[in-house]
C-alpha cells in the first residue's frame, strides 16, 4: 500500500514537472515569437480573421505605413483604406482556404499619406486561444519596382528626348515587316545646324533643340506610330498601314510646326527624306536606305538657306540682349565702311571687315544677361566670364562657311597693339588688319554712346584717348588715320 502511495506520489510530481517544463518552453518559445515578431525587417500584422481588426502590428508594419500603434490596433484594415479594394482580402482569405498559395503576392497598399506602395504579401491562418486570425507579413518593393521600371524605360528609349532609340525601334521594324501591315512608310529627319547651336549657345542648347524636335515629331505622327531618335542628330518615324501620300501628310505636320516653333533662339530646321514599303518583294533595309538617301539629299540642298536663316537668328540673337547691343551693330558697320574706304581695303576684305562689324560680338550669346546688362562694376569672376565672348565667337565662325573667313578676326579683336590683350596675348601685326581696326571703333563707339556700366564721352575726349592709347593698345597707323577722319 505504502509503495503504491509512493508510486502515485511521483507520478503526480512527474506530471507538475512536466507540465512545469512545457509551460516554460511555450512561455520561452511565445517570447521568441515576440522578439522574431517586433524585430523582424518585415511588416507583419495579426488580424481578427472575420472582421479584420488588428490584435498586433510590428514597428517595421508602422514605419512602412506611417500609421501610430494606437491609430490601428482595435480597427479594421478595411476601415483604415489601406487594401485600395477591400474585395482583394476576400480573395486573399478564400485562397488560404482553398490551400492555393499566398505567398509572395504583389498587393498595392495605401499608406496613412494617400500613396499607393506595392508590397511583396504573404499570408495565413493563424490560432490563438481557439479563435481564428491573419498572420500577414510585407515588404515594400516600390523602389525595386520603379527601379526595375526605370530600366526597362531605357533599354527601349532614348535617355535626352524620351522617344524610342535605336535597337528598339529595329526590333519592331522585324516585327512589323508583314504582309497585313502593308503599306509601310519611313520618315527620316536630320537636324540641320545642332553643331552651331552647341558652338553658339552650347550643348545644353543643342540638347533642347533635340528634345524640341522630339515632341515635334511624336505630335506631327498618327497614333500607334514609332518614332526613334536613329544616332546623333538624326530621328525615324516608322509609319504601318501608311502610304506615300499619307506619309507626306505628316512631313507637312512636321515642316509647319518647326516653322512655329519659338521656344528656341534659333529656327529650328529638320531635313526630312520619305520611303514607303508596299510588298514583301522589297527588304526593308532597301527602304531605309532610301529614306536616308533623300534625307541627305534635301540637307544638301537646303543648307545654304539654313546657315544663313542660321545666321540671322544669331544676329537676332545677339540683338535681343539688349536695344543698345543692336544698335551698337549698326553704328559699327557705318564706321567699317567709312575706314574701310579710307584704308583702301579690297571689296573681300571690306566685306569681311562689315561682318566683322556685326557680329565680332557674336560670342556674347553665350554671356548670361545678368553680367551683360549688369549697370555696376563687373566682379573678377564676371569680367573673366566676359573675356571668354572672343573664343565662343570663333567656335561659331568656324562652324559655318559663311563666317569662317572672320574666325580669326572675332578671336583677335579684344588683343592690344602692345600684347597685354586677351585670349592669347597676341601682339603688333600678328593681330589680324581686320581685327585692329574693329578694336579702335568699338571702343569709339562705346566711349561715344556709352554702355550699362559706362557713362558717354565727349566727341574730343574720345578722340584724345585713342591717341594716347596708339602703340600700345591699338596699331599706331590705324588709330591715327581713325583720328584724323573724325
Known amino acids: 500500500m505504502q509503495d503504491s502511495e509512493k508510486t502515485k506520489k511521483q507520478l503526480i510530481d512527474e506530471l507538475a514537472e512536466l507540465r512545469k517544463q512545457t509551460e516554460t518552453s511555450l512561455r520561452r518559445s511565445e517570447e521568441k515569437f515576440a522578439r522574431a515578431f517586433h524585430c523582424s525587417p518585415n511588416a507583419i500584422t495579426i488580424s481578427t480573421l472575420k472582421e479584420g481588426r488588428y490584435v498586433e502590428v510590428n514597428d517595421a508594419y508602422l514605419a512602412s505605413t506611417g500609421y501610430k500603434r494606437h491609430e490601428v490596433l482595435g480597427r479594421s484594415s478595411c476601415d483604415l483604406g489601406i487594401w485600395i479594394m477591400p474585395e482583394a482580402r476576400e480573395d486573399i482569405l478564400k485562397r488560404i482556404q482553398a490551400n492555393e498559395g499566398t505567398r509572395n503576392l504583389e498587393m498595392n497598399f495605401r499608406i496613412k499619406s494617400g500613396e499607393i506602395r506595392t508590397f511583396l504579401f504573404s499570408a495565413e491562418l493563424l490560432d490563438i486561444d481557439g479563435e481564428a486570425h491573419l498572420l500577414t507579413i510585407s515588404h515594400d518593393i516600390s523602389e525595386r519596382k520603379q527601379a526595375d521600371e526605370d530600366i526597362k524605360y531605357l533599354s527601349f528609349h532614348d535617355r535626352l528626348t524620351g522617344v524610342y532609340n535605336r535597337a528598339f525601334f529595329e526590333e519592331q521594324l522585324k516585327r512589323i515587316d508583314v504582309k497585313r501591315e502593308y503599306p509601310i512608310s519611313l520618315i527620316m529627319g536630320d537636324v540641320n545646324g545642332l553643331k552651331l547651336i552647341n558652338e ?24 500607334g506610330d514609332y518614332v526613334a531618335r536613329w544616332g546623333g542628330d538624326e530621328f525615324v518615324i516608322l509609319l504601318s498601314g501608311c502610304d506615300k501620300n499619307n506619309a507626306k501628310k505628316v512631313m507637312t505636320r512636321i515642316k509647319n510646326a518647326c516653322k512655329q516653333s519659338h521656344e528656341l533662339p534659333i529656327q529650328v530646321s529638320i ?21 536616308e538617301d533623300k534625307m541627305y539629299r534635301n540637307k544638301l540642298l537646303a543648307s545654304n538657306s539654313a546657315r544663313s536663316s542660321f545666321i540671322n537668328s544669331l544676329e537676332n540673337t545677339l540683338w535681343t540682349r539688349s536695344h543698345e547691343t543692336k544698335e551698337h551693330c549698326h553704328r559699327m558697320l557705318k564706321l567699317a565702311k567709312k575706314i574701310a574706304r579710307a584704308i583702301g581695303l579690297s571689296d573681300s576684305e571690306t566685306d569681311s571687315l562689315k561682318l566683322m562689324a556685326t557680329l565680332h560680338d557674336i560670342g556674347k550669346i553665350a554671356i548670361p544677361n545678368s553680367i551683360l546688362d549688369k549697370p555696376g562694376k563687373l566682379s573678377i569672376d564676371e569680367w573673366e566670364y566676359i573675356k571668354k565672348h572672343p573664343e565662343i565667337g570663333y567656335h561659331i565662325a568656324l562652324s559655318s562657311p559663311e563666317l569662317a573667313s572672320i574666325a580669326e578676326g572675332i578671336l583677335n579683336h579684344h588683343e592690344r597693339w602692345d600684347g597685354n590683350g586677351y585670349p592669347r596675348g597676341n601682339k603688333g601685326s600678328s593681330i589680324p588688319l581686320i581685327s585692329r581696326i574693329i578694336a579702335v571703333i568699338d571702343t569709339y563707339d562705346v566711349m561715344i554712346n556709352g554702355r550699362p556700366y559706362q557713362k558717354p564721352f565727349a566727341q574730343e575726349e574720345v578722340l584724345a584717348e585713342i591717341s594716347r592709347c596708339a602703340g600700345t593698345q591699338f596699331d599706331p597707323e590705324v588709330a591715327g588715320l581713325f583720328v584724323s577722319l573724325f
Do not use: P
Open 200 to 223: 553658339a549657345v552650347g550643348s545644353g542648347e543643342g540638347d533642347k533643340m533635340l528634345k524640341t524636335v522630339a515632341d515635334i515629331f511624336e505630335k506631327s505622327c498618327r497614333q
Open 271 to 291: 531635313s526630312l527624306g520619305l520611303a514607303s514599303k508596299n510588298s514583301s518583294t522589297r527588304d526593308m533595309q532597301e527602304v531605309i536606305k532610301e529614306a
